[in-house]
């Protein structure tokens, strides 16, 4: 068996770069080692930046997002009972969406099916020769070798693409804290995001449709999930939304729970030989600042590029800078979600020197419009390259 293109993993960064590179007449396939009600059902981010909703219309994804997407021209950092509105338009031109990675999921798989695309379930990679270059899966009980001239590692932070370059670095960071994420069959009670920090612990107030709300809690990294009843979920969210002027939250059946552990990891260099990594496989941000997805979706839009380039001209100069390209957006975003994540958790570590010092940068970023800008224009997204 043999295409242009091997893509390992089936989640947004390799669903999106198959199909960016369908649209340029180059083949690959997708081999996705979960069945398709997993990886379309898996609860996980939901803001998208201006670029990324871009890419998405761009590949023919656009639909169904124009249609259910919510457009955001704001956020509201609240702490010490009172709401701060960022206007992240007013101040970048630019908006942010609110449209599930499941629906993003469900829409690029439904389009490389509808065009005749290869993508395969349950067909787990097992190993990869990044030289001559080939994967080896294993599909409906047989392995089985496809042949390539690149192969595209999306497959998550738990793949086997990383472990396939030799002497990678690796840079990382654990945080004392987890998210506890809900969504619940309830109108949400806000229409912005809500970013909250209290003494308490960080919460985030998010939404997916009017009818259905996504809602985090700052939670111990070994939180075991069983200890929270509904009503201490919604009781602890209250206390941490709480402000002076009688806003309330409101409450309904939950539907969906987990806890997200949090981590920063970046890997260098993004590629080895004919193997290039994407996405997940080849950094984590923790979740504060909504950057995971977004940085997926950045990282294959460049190799689309490259790879077009590549077929179309012969040029492997774009492919050459491909690693160093992503990077400097990989790095940036790195910044600013651990700035997000420090500057909102309770740090069950800090003393009250460290507590002092961030109350004084939560009043800075929310009084200086120096401040809230550079906030504003990292939260929107930077330029691609
Ligand atoms: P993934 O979505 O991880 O996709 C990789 C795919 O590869 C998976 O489908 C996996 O099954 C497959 N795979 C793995 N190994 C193999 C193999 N050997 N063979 C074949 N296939 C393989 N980001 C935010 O911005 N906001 C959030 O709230 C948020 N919440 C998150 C919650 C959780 C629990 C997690 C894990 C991540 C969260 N993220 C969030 C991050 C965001 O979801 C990711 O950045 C995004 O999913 C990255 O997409 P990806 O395609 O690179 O990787
Ligand atoms: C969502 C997740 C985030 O991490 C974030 O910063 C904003 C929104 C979400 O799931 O909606």
Known sequence: MRTQVAIVGGGPAGLLLSQLLHRRGIASVVLESRDRRYVEQRQRAGMLEQGTTDVLRESGAGERLDREGLVHHGLELRFGGAGHR??????????????????????????????GGDVRFEAEVLEIDASAPSVTFRHEGRVETLDCDYVAGCDGFHGVSRPAVPGIRTFA??????????????????????????????????????????????????????????????????????????????????????????????????????LFLAGDAAHIVPPTGAKGLNLAVSDVTVLARALAERYETGSERLLDDYSATCLRRVWRAEHFSYWMTTLLHADPEADEFARRLQRSHLEYVTSSEAAATTLAENYVGLPLA
């Open 86 to 115: 960022i206007p992240l338009t007013e101040m970048t031109g630019r908006t942010v969406t609110v449209y599930a990675q499941t629906e993003i999921v469900k829409d690029l798989v439904a389009l490389r099916l509808a065009d």
């Open 173 to 274: 960071r654990d945080y004392p804290f987890a998210w506890l994420g809900i969504l619940a069959d309830v109108p949400p009670s806000t229409d912005e995001l809500i970013y909250a920090h209290s003494d308490r612990g960080f919460a985030l107030h998010s939404l997916r449709s009017p009818k259905v709300s996504r809602l985090y809690l700052q939670v111990a990294p070994d939180e075991d999930l069983g200890a929270w009843s509904d009503a201490r979920i919604w009781d602890e969210l209250a206390a941490r939304f709480a402000t002076g002027d009688g806003w309330r939250l409101r409450e309904g059946p939950i539907t969906d729970r987990a806890v997200t552990p949090m981590r920063s990891f970046v890997a260098e260099p993004m590629r080895h030989d004919r």
